[in-house]
């Protein structure tokens, strides 16, 4: 069996759900965890109402195995993309999942942020805005790139689990071949796919945050 063509696009599959719940969290995500930042207690914009029900909401969605998560938002999968199968389909709640995740990624990488840093950029009469983007996630982006690291490692396994309903990807291939068809050989190639995937993250990863350590 020439398993090359059906790698090759299992890879894609894997690459496009990857992409698409990861540019998502660090979209969304980053504000939704900038805002938790600064709506806690003795924030810049304390609000406790708000980051009360929307750090619940985030505890909710991390609170779900990945492939009941997947299962359970079928119905908004279906409202979006049209079907629940297939790579773009599970981009969605990979996306959701995402965004929550690297939400408390960034509010705890905020948090570390020295509070005299923060005060000395008031001082001088820093606006909002360029707190944020001149001081807290200058002074954060090393943490925040091992987080990210971090968060697309995690989902490297999500996008392979959910080739259980149908997701496409790497996963789906080892399940399709490897599991039904008894075919070790299949899952051997794509363990060891995975293994280099998350190899090459997590040293490109290391170096970034490293290059970029303020510390």
Avoid: C
């Avoid at 923060?118 to 090393?142: D, H, K, Q, T």
């Avoid at 997701?167 to 796919?193: C, E, H, P, S």
């Amino acid at each position: 069996m020439n398993l090359l063509p059906e790698l090759l696009q299992a890879l894609q599959e894997t690459l496009t759900m990857l992409s698409i719940g990861l540019i998502a969290a660090l979209i969304f995500g980053s504000i939704i965890g900038t805002y938790l930042f600064l709506w806690r207690k003795g924030g810049l914009r304390e609000n406790r109402i708000l980051s009360l029900v929307v750090g619940t909401v985030i505890n909710i969605v991390r609170s779900f195995p990945f492939v009941i998560l997947l299962i359970s938002v079928g119905p908004f999968t279906r409202f979006v993309t049209g079907t629940t199968i297939g790579p773009i389909a599970a981009s969605v709640p990979l996306s959701i999942a995402a965004i929550a995740y690297f939400a408390r990624i960034v509010e705890l990488a905020l948090n570390d942020v020295p509070k005299g840093v923060i005060e000395a950029a008031e001082s001088m009469g820093a606006s909002l805005p360029r707190i944020i983007f001149s001081v807290l996630f200058v002074e954060a982006r090393s943490s925040l790139i091992l987080g990210f690291t971090t968060l697309t490692v995690s989902f490297l396994s999500y996008s392979a689990a959910a080739g259980i309903v149908g997701g496409g990807g790497i996963g789906d291939l080892a399940i399709r071949y490897g599991y039904y068809r008894f075919q070790t050989d299949v899952m051997i190639i794509t363990i060891v796919v995975l293994i280099v995937l998350v190899q090459i993250i997590q040293l490109l990863g290391g170096r970034l945050a490293s290059h970029f350590n303020r510390r």
